[in-house]
C-alpha cells in the first residue's frame, strides 16, 4: 500500500476559494507565454510621409531645382516717438543793485531793480550782505549777480 501524500493545496492557501485558483494559474501561464512576443514587439517606425518613392524623386528634385528665393522680412515698426518736455531754461541770475541804510538800521535793498525793505544792524559801505535766493541766503555786494542755480556770485562786468 502506498501511503497517501496529504493534500497540499488547502494547508497552503486555506482562505482562498477554490473556484479562484484556476483562474490564477491560468492568468500566470497566459502571462507568461505572451512575454516574449511583448518583448518582441516594437513600435513601427513612422518613416517618410508618403507612400510611393517615386514621388517622394519628384519632390526632391523639384525642391532642388529651384531657385532659393529669399521672403523679404518687413521690419518691425518703429516706437513712436517719446514726447519729452524740453528742459525748463536756467533760471535767470539775480542782480544786487545797490543798499541804502537809514541811521535806525532799516535799509531798502534792491535786487533785479525790484526795491526790498529789511534791517542792516552793522553795515559798511562796499560790505557783503545776505541775499534770499531761492537756493539759500547767499552773500553778496551792490553789483555783483547771484546764479539761483548753484548761488555762485559774479562781479559785474
Known sequence: MTPRRPDLLPALLPAWPRRLLPALV????????MAPAAAQYTEPALGRL????????????????APAVATPVEPAPAPPPVATAPPPP??????FTGVVRRSDGRATVWIDNEARETVLRRYRPGSAIPVD???????????????????TVQDAR
Do not use: C, M, N, Y
Not at 491560468?26 to 507565454?33: C, E, I, R, V
Not at 536756467?90 to 542782480?95: D, E, H, L, Q
Open 133 to 151: 535766493t531761492p537756493g539759500g541766503r547767499v552773500l553778496a555786494k551792490p553789483g555783483q549777480s547771484i546764479d539761483p542755480g548753484d548761488g
Open 90 to 95: 536756467p533760471p535767470a541770475p539775480i542782480r
Open 50 to 65: 508618403f507612400t510611393a518613392p517615386d514621388e517622394r524623386l519628384r519632390i526632391d528634385r523639384d525642391r532642388a531645382s
Open 26 to 33: 491560468f492568468g500566470a501561464l497566459a502571462g507568461t507565454a
